[in-house]
């Protein structure tokens, strides 16, 4: 079955350095999701794209976070600088379309020391 | 009124009994309910999913009922197996342009041998 790939699984860091996470979603997905899951809670949708336009990013904290899906395949989540709150997992979720059921990759657990 | 919430947040039960997690909701203009599972270190995976046409869904041993005049749905888990521990998030839709999920804060499921 085919699936979201993401890396790195884990990333250790320092507050107010940069970090980068990666998303592969499932082959011919036109939409991408980017959550974050604090430990004990469900997943918070960060960013939506559909192909390579944004759709939802109102809960992006636009002052450090960045994401971009450029040619509508791959998307790239980034933190500049990073603080001791950022520490989560950050999810990666795919679906054929808007409005159908979306599939999760394993995620990228951060720790930011 | 974007809220889903989920109860009990912990959930112990012996091999072979049954396992309910309970959810409600405010918004009425949610439309698609899905419960996903989520093992440690894995991302969560689409378990089963209902909409608010039907009152029930069973796939297996997994159950949605919906309750659509009481905002409510829950999770049956029939037969429960030791490998069915772990965590379980319902989560609920908007249509739109979006098809947003909004997670349930979890339930952590540990079935005893």
């Known amino acids: 079955e085919a699936e979201v790939a993401q890396s790195p699984r884990y990333k250790i860091t320092e507050k107010s350095q940069a970090v980068a996470f990666w998303c592969d979603p499932i082959s011919g997905h036109a939409t991408l999701y980017w959550y974050r899951q604090i430990l004990g809670q469900g997943p918070e949708l960060l960013v939506q794209?559909?192909?390579?336009?944004?759709?939802?990013d109102s809960q992006l904290p636009k002052d450090r976070f960045s994401a971009e899906r450029l040619k509508g395949v791959d998307s790239t989540l980034k933190i500049q600088p990073a603080e001791l709150g950022d520490s989560a997992m950050y999810l990666c979720?795919?679906?054929?379309?808007?409005?159908?059921?979306?599939?999760f990759g394993d995620g990228t657990r951060l720790s930011i020391l | 009124q974007q809220q889903v919430k989920q109860s009990p947040q912990s959930l112990i039960v012996q091999k072979g009994g049954i396992s309910i997690i309970n959810c409600a909701y405010e918004?009425?203009?949610?439309?698609?309910f899905p419960w996903y599972q989520q093992f440690p270190g894995k991302g969560p995976a689409l378990l089963i999913a209902i909409r608010p046409d039907v009152s029930e869904k069973k796939e297996g041993r997994f159950t949605i009922s919906f309750n659509k005049s009481a905002k409510q749905f829950s999770l049956h888990i029939m037969d429960s197996q030791p490998g069915d521990s772990a965590t379980y998030f319902c989560a609920a839709s908007i249509p739109g342009n979006t098809g947003k999920l909004i997670f349930g804060q979890g339930t952590t499921l540990q079935v005893k041998p």
């Open positions: 979720a795919s679906s054929f379309n808007i409005n159908q059921p979306q599939h």
């Open positions: 794209f559909q192909d390579e336009s944004v759709v939802d």
């Open positions: 918004n009425t203009a949610f439309d698609y």
